[in-house]
């Protein structure tokens, strides 16, 4: 989505060549310590052996030699044969993930229809899907449109496929049948790499690197991203408070997928981000779900300056984050069964009404009204 595959297999390339060389070097001092030990402990041997026996033997004393090495050699060498199964089990099964990956199919391209910036009109008509073939369904019979610059919302319960819906959007996957267009053509008709410029995606998994969260935030395509920018990316997603505590600020380390940093933390850089790449299609997919209400307050403001300019898709559990949107889209099985605002929902009585009083039992209106 952040055009990583770009400026990714660089960085693979480079730490494969480290591991090559540090792995060959292991390797030549393995094996000339091992020859070199064997050379210095057989020259004494052959030496006393030659001393002790003389002619007695009634053979030379390299001959003698010769034999007596010979058959102390004979058994590192059967060790070795009893051990070189073990190398080739893991040789085989290197092999088996090696071959399962160069036959994976590769992602198709998409056409050639170029899509410099997108308005932003979202249409999905009656959109089936399932993750396996002949699979359980997951999408229904999905319809809706979303105009340039408006914002939807869609709730409904775990599993519901709220997830599934936004993921066609960038062709994570295809849809098994529907058509969804992007400005009124099917999305599959954009490149690939144009189709993932128009989205900034906050997934519900969030995506983080072993690397700096200045880099965490300007990633892929957005490496070379002004430092001022960056900033500003995290002022407005409230990650600089707790930025200008760590030891070394925005060049800090944040560990393997941000394992040093809170939950709520990563959520903001993965905010900061999505804000930086400022594309025509905002997706936020519980973006602000581990957040405090203060922060989630602080976050809501910002984001609607940015809604302001882009057409929003945001998917929440928590209601008070999507009562203001221009329509909400209750999904529940795989099937949109409700749709209007947050008053004319709440005036039908259904689902929606029903998962809005749950909240409100559960005291979310406190922080509605707070
Ligand atoms: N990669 C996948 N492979 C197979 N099945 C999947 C996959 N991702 C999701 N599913 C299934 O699809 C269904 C819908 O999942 P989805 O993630 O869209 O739900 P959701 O509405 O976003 O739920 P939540 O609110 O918990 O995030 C679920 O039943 C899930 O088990
Ligand atoms: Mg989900």
């Excluded at 000339?32 to 001393?51: D, E, R, T």
């Excluded at 088996?96 to 229809?113: A, N, V, Y």
């Excluded at 976050?299 to 898709?313: F, K």
């Amino acid at each position: 989505m952040f055009g990583g595959e770009q400026t990714e297999p660089t960085k693979f390339i480079r730490l494969l060549r480290i591991t090559l060389k540090r792995n060959e070097a292991g390797l030549h001092c393995n094996s000339l310590g091992i020859n070199h030990g064997q050379m210095v402990a057989s020259m004494p041997l052959a030496l006393i052996l030659s001393m002790a026996t003389g002619s007695a033997l009634g053979m030379s004393a390299g001959g003698f030699a010769s034999m007596v090495g010979a058959m102390l050699m004979l058994l590192p060498s059967i060790n070795r044969l009893t051990r070189i199964n073990s190398v080739i089990q893991k040789g085989i099964a290197s092999a088996h993930s090696i071959f399962d990956l160069m036959e994976e199919t590769p992602e198709d391209k998409g056409r050639d229809q170029p899509l410099a910036k997108a308005s932003g009109h979202i249409l999905m008509r009656d959109v089936h899907f399932s993750y396996q073939e002949e699979g359980r369904a997951i999408l229904n019979g999905v319809s809706f449109e979303v105009e340039p610059g408006a914002t939807i919302a869609l709730v409904g319960p775990s599993g519901a496929g709220k997830s599934t819906i936004v993921s066609l959007l960038p062709r994570f996957y295809e849809a098994s049948s529907g058509e969804v267009l992007l400005d009124g053509i099917p999305v599959s008709h954009y490149p690939l790499q144009d189709l993932r410029k128009q989205f900034s995606y906050v997934s519900q998994n969030i995506q983080l690197f072993s690397d700096t969260v200045a880099n965490n935030v300007a990633y892929g395509a957005l490496h070379d991203a002004d430092p001022c920018e960056i900033r500003k990316a995290l002022d407005m997603a409230q990650a600089s408070d707790f930025i200008d505590q760590l030891p070394q600020k925005e060049h800090t380390m944040i560990g393997e997928n941000g394992v040093l940093l809170s939950g709520g933390q990563r959520q903001r850089l993965a905010i900061a981000r999505a804000l930086l790449k400022n594309a025509p299609v905002l997706i936020l997919d519980e973006a602000t779900s581990a957040l405090d209400s203060e922060s989630e307050h602080e976050i809501q403001n910002a984001l609607d300056n940015l809604m302001q300019n882009c057409t929003t898709i945001i998917i929440a559990h928590r209601l008070s984050t999507v009562k203001k949107v221009d329509q909400i889209l209750v999904v529940d099985g795989g099937m949109i069964k409700e749709c209007g605002t947050h008053e004319t929902l709440i005036a039908q009585k259904g689902i929606y009404a029903r998962l809005n009083a749950l909240s409100f039992a559960d005291g979310e209106i406190i922080t509605v009204e707070n």
